[in-house]
Nanobody
Framework: QVQLVESGGRLVQAGGSLRLSCAASGRTDSSYAMGWFRQAPGKEREFVVAISWSGSRTYYADSVKGRFTISRDNAKNTVYLQMNSLTPEDTAVYYC????????????????????WGQGTQVTVSS
């Protein structure tokens, strides 16, 4: 089992930046691809970005490409999401997720491939 705890969400003005963190604990001796998803009020949960265990492969949703950057520090069992140029459309609860993998370079954009989820952190962008 892996436990994930997100942090860093808060109220920020449009155009601002935030960095979210996702700390993993438990069975962190295995390899996990990580992803960030978000869910806005009244909307389905959507994929934001994913990163392979090695960190060498990433994939961004078009809506955040060029503004968000994912990174990971496996020594600290932590994944980060740097969010720049935020807009009110980025307002959502952000969830990090982990998928166990035997491949250093695998990742997924599909939520059903992630077995472990954090509780979410609220990001609110005011106009």
């Amino acid at each position: 089992q892996v436990q994930l705890v997100e942090s860093g969400g808060r109220l920020v003005q449009a155009g601002g930046s935030l960095r979210l963190s996702c700390a993993a604990s438990g069975r962190t001796d295995s390899s996990y691809a990580m992803g960030w998803f978000r869910q806005a009020p009244g909307k389905e949960r959507e994929f934001v970005v994913a990163i392979s265990w090695s960190g060498s492969r990433t994939y961004y949703a078009d809506s955040v490409k060029g503004r968000f950057t994912i990174s990971r520090d496996n020594a600290k069992n932590t994944v980060y999401l740097q969010m720049n140029s935020l807009t009110p459309e980025d307002t959502a609860v952000y969830y990090c997720a982990a998928a166990r993998t035997y491949s250093r370079n695998w990742y997924s954009t599909r939520s059903n491939e992630y077995s472990y989820w954090g509780q979410g952190t609220q990001v609110t962008v005011s106009s």
